[in-house]
């Protein structure tokens, strides 16, 4: 006897949406999640409408979902990290039209845990390494790499643990092809959880902090940390190496910090508010998503605040130094969980209420 779950009626929320070339061709596709359903869509730059060329059930919870590409390849593999302990690398096969698993990696017990990986994904833009984080504590690093049949392969997890430790955000830093790093969200709770009068609480500060991946020696190491001034809920790579000034974009509440290390100044922004905010002082405002566009020649980024505002950020640049951040208004959608900038000069937003 065979058990089979089948939902008749499967959901309509999207929770993750990610887009590249999953097919091989100079087509992207975008990959959704809709918390236990996989689909891969494409859109029609000429009537602009998306159609769904699969839907796959996974039976997991999708907590984080990332396109990779190898150094050097055409193709983009999706990362997915899942409920079920597990970190799984799929590759679409356009000519079968069905999602083929490359590799699986277990890590830890099944279920939503906060010290099991999964709920954080990271990748090296270079393609050469990949992060995936828990709420607390633990942070595997594995290196990916090619085998004599140019088949992509999976070293054995590199930890980058530290326990007392409540992340928030991990992003992968654009560094050209120097050794990969990733950028972390961070609050060490350890003195304020011994603290009984709750002043160490009232003191404790947010750390922004640098992971480096040793290629050469084969481990983790925490390169850099720094305190941050205000509490932040979100971080966006800048693009790197001969592209960009590299760095991170720091979303605080009320506004937007560049930070990198070295000579670079920290350059603050303020985010843009509607009037009527204005008068109130007490009301902050947060960047719920962001998308990073980037070309040969120019980069930006668009971020939405929780009123669901789209605003256009440029970055002002000096001798590889920035100088500038610019922001300006774009336009109003619904609020969003993700949202996508496609080649073909479309932008798909993937609404928490409302049509996609």
Same mark, same amino acid.
């Given at each position: 006897? *065979?058990?089979? &779950?089948?939902?008749? #009626?499967?959901?309509?929320? @999207?929770?993750?949406?990610?887009?590249?070339?999953? +097919?091989? !061709?100079?087509?992207?596709?975008?990959?959704?999640?809709?918390?236990?359903?996989?689909?891969?869509?494409?859109?029609?730059?000429?009537?602009?409408?998306?159609?769904?060329?699969?839907?796959?059930?996974?039976?997991?919870?999708?907590?984080?979902?990332?396109?990779?590409?190898?150094?050097?390849?055409?193709?983009?593999?999706?990362?997915?990290?899942?409920?079920?302990?597990?970190?799984?690398?799929?590759?679409?096969?356009?000519?079968?039209?069905?999602?083929?698993?490359?590799?699986?990696?277990?890590?830890?017990?099944?279920?939503?845990?906060?010290?099991?990986?999964?709920?954080?994904?990271?990748?090296?833009?270079?393609?050469?390494?990949?992060?995936?984080?828990?709420?607390?504590?633990?942070?595997?690093? *594995?290196?990916? &790499?090619?085998?004599? #049949?140019?088949?992509?392969? @999976?070293?054995?997890?590199?930890?980058?643990?530290? +326990?007392? !430790?409540?992340?928030?955000?991990?992003?992968?830093?654009?560094?050209?092809?120097?050794?990969?790093?990733?950028?972390?969200?961070?609050?060490?709770?350890?003195?304020?959880?011994?603290?009984?009068?709750?002043?160490?609480?009232?003191?404790?500060?947010?750390?922004?902090?640098?992971?480096?991946?040793?290629?050469?020696?084969?481990?983790?190491?925490?390169?850099?940390?720094?305190?941050?001034?205000?509490?932040?809920?979100?971080?966006?790579?800048?693009?790197?190496?001969?592209?960009?000034?590299?760095?991170?974009?720091?979303?605080?509440?009320?506004?937007?910090?560049?930070?990198?290390?070295?000579?670079?100044?920290?350059?603050?922004?303020?985010?843009?508010?509607?009037?009527?905010?204005?008068?109130?002082?007490?009301?902050?405002?947060?960047?719920?998503?962001?998308?990073?566009?980037?070309?040969?020649?120019?980069?930006?980024?668009?971020?939405?605040?929780?009123?669901?505002?789209?605003?256009?950020?440029?970055?002002?640049?000096?001798?590889?130094?920035?100088?500038?951040?610019?922001?300006?208004?774009?336009?109003?959608?619904?609020?969003?969980?993700?949202?996508?900038?496609?080649?073909?000069?479309?932008?798909?937003?993937?609404?928490?209420?409302?049509?996609?």
């Amino acid at each position: 006897m *065979y058990l089979y &779950n089948l939902t008749l #009626q499967k959901a309509t929320a @999207i929770q993750l949406a990610i887009h590249g070339n999953f +097919s091989g !061709t100079k087509q992207q596709e975008i990959v959704i999640s809709r918390g236990k359903i996989i689909e891969v869509l494409r859109h029609d730059p000429n009537t602009g409408k998306v159609y769904t060329l699969l839907s796959e059930e996974v039976f997991a919870i999708v907590r984080c979902l990332l396109p990779i590409r190898l150094t050097g390849g055409t193709k983009d593999y999706i990362i997915i990290g899942s409920d079920s302990g597990r970190v799984v690398i799929l590759e679409y096969n356009s000519q079968k039209n069905i999602l083929e698993k490359v590799h699986q990696e277990t890590m830890g017990k099944t279920g939503c845990r906060r010290i099991v990986p999964g709920q954080y994904l990271a990748t090296d833009p270079k393609g050469r390494a990949f992060m995936i984080g828990a709420v607390e504590k633990q942070k595997l690093v *594995y290196i990916l &790499n090619r085998d004599s #049949q140019a088949r992509l392969t @999976i070293s054995s997890p590199l930890e980058a643990h530290k +326990s007392n !430790t409540i992340c928030f955000s991990i992003v992968g830093i654009d560094v050209g092809f120097e050794n990969p790093m990733f950028g972390c969200l961070e609050v060490d709770y350890e003195e304020a959880d011994q603290d009984h009068t709750g002043n160490a609480y009232c003191q404790t500060k947010q750390l922004l902090t640098f992971y480096e991946l040793d290629l050469g020696l084969n481990h983790v190491v925490r390169k850099f940390s720094e305190p941050l001034d205000q509490y932040a809920n979100m971080l966006i790579s800048v693009p790197g190496g001969s592209e960009g000034p590299s760095g991170v974009l720091v979303c605080c509440e009320n506004c937007i910090i560049y930070k990198n290390f070295g000579d670079q100044l920290d350059i603050k922004c303020p985010i843009p508010k509607r009037r009527n905010d204005l008068d109130n002082v007490n009301r902050g405002m947060i960047f719920v998503s962001s998308a990073t566009h980037k070309t040969k020649s120019m980069f930006f980024f668009l971020v939405q605040s929780e009123q669901g505002d789209l605003f256009k950020i440029t970055l002002k640049t000096d001798d590889g130094f920035v100088t500038e951040i610019r922001i300006k208004y774009f336009d109003t959608v619904p609020v969003a969980t993700a949202m996508c900038v496609l080649k073909t000069g479309f932008l798909f937003v993937a609404s928490e209420f409302g049509n996609q």
